[in-house]
């Protein structure tokens, strides 16, 4: 028979990992909605929950395919920690500084001004990776008064 396999399980494993690649490709993170549902009527956003929830029993080949992913979090709130940063980063690229003001938002709706102006005022409680992350962008400061 053509479609059969031995490992269905692994299969379907893998069609979600491909959906999710398909999907960093096109929208350029991992943060897919719980709702989300591919334009082939596959559950990505259930498939992606299914896999945080799963972290401590997922085989270890399985957990370094996600993480190898760009922008791959294990939990949501580093999820939307990595999309900012991602947005400062290629902010800076094109512009050459962080110098954002309060309200300002992305060409796609971010409000990056936000994001960057809860950076600064948390820096005293963020993990030290987070700081070197930012630290490591050029043209970011730590005061916002300018």
């Given at each position: 028979l053509k479609?059969?396999?031995w490992g269905a399980l692994s299969d379907a494993w893998e069609k979600g990992y491909r959906h999710l690649k398909y999907y960093l490709?096109?929208?350029?993170?991992?943060r897919v909605p719980t709702t989300h549902i591919t334009r082939d009527g596959y559950r990505l956003g259930q498939w992606v929950g299914i896999q945080r929830t799963k972290r401590a029993s997922m085989?270890?080949?399985r957990r370094s395919k996600l993480e190898s992913l760009d922008g791959w979090a294990w939990d949501g709130r580093e999820a939307r920690w990595i999309e900012?940063?991602?947005q400062l980063k290629r902010y800076a690229q094109r512009i050459g500084n962080c110098n954002i003001p309060q309200g300002y938002r992305t060409e796609d709706g971010y409000s990056l001004g936000n994001w960057v102006s809860n950076q600064r005022r948390g820096k005293g409680v963020m993990p030290s990776e987070r700081r070197k992350r930012l630290e490591g962008i050029k043209g970011w400061f730590w005061s916002d008064k300018r």
């Open positions: 479609s059969w396999t490709e096109q929208i350029g993170d991992c085989p270890s080949d900012g940063y991602q």
